[in-house]
Nanobody, 119 residues
Framework: QVQLVESGGGLVQAGGSLTLSCAAS????????TGWYRQFPGKQRELVAS?????DYADSVKGRFTISRDVAKNTVTLQMNALKPDDTASYYC???????????????WGQGTQVTVSS
């Protein structure tokens, strides 16, 4: 039983900034990896940024977005700068979580938060 709660979505102008936050709660032994995905209407969900042993970014957001993780607090943040209209999407928090030391890790997802960038 793990819940991911997102916050920070909204409407911003092109060139503006927005910060998304995600807090994980519930039965958490450890979070192996966490990050953000986004989904455009009618398209597959795609990786935006993730953090674990390594930090990965989609090419389309490199230099503009920054992912930060607080392991002790089970939170992850996505700082989005220089936003463009094609960043408009539903953004989903993701975490790969072990709920017990002897149970395999599972993927958990937030409910999604809308980011809309106007031109």
């Amino acid at each position: 039983q793990v819940q991911l709660v997102e916050s920070g979505g909204g409407l911003v102008q092109a060139g503006g900034s927005l910060t998304l936050s995600c807090a994980a709660s519930g039965k958490i032994y450890s979070i192996l990896r966490t990050g953000w995905y986004r989904q455009f209407p009618g398209k597959q969900r795609e990786l935006v940024a993730s953090s674990g042993g390594t930090i990965d970014y989609a090419d389309s957001v490199k230099g503009r977005f920054t992912i930060s993780r607080d392991v002790a607090k089970n939170t992850v943040t996505l700082q989005m700068n220089a936003l463009k209209p094609d960043d408009t999407a539903s953004y989903y928090c993701h975490a790969l979580v072990k709920t017990s030391r002897f149970i395999p890790e599972y993927d958990f997802w937030g409910q999604g938060t809308q980011v809309t960038v106007s031109s």
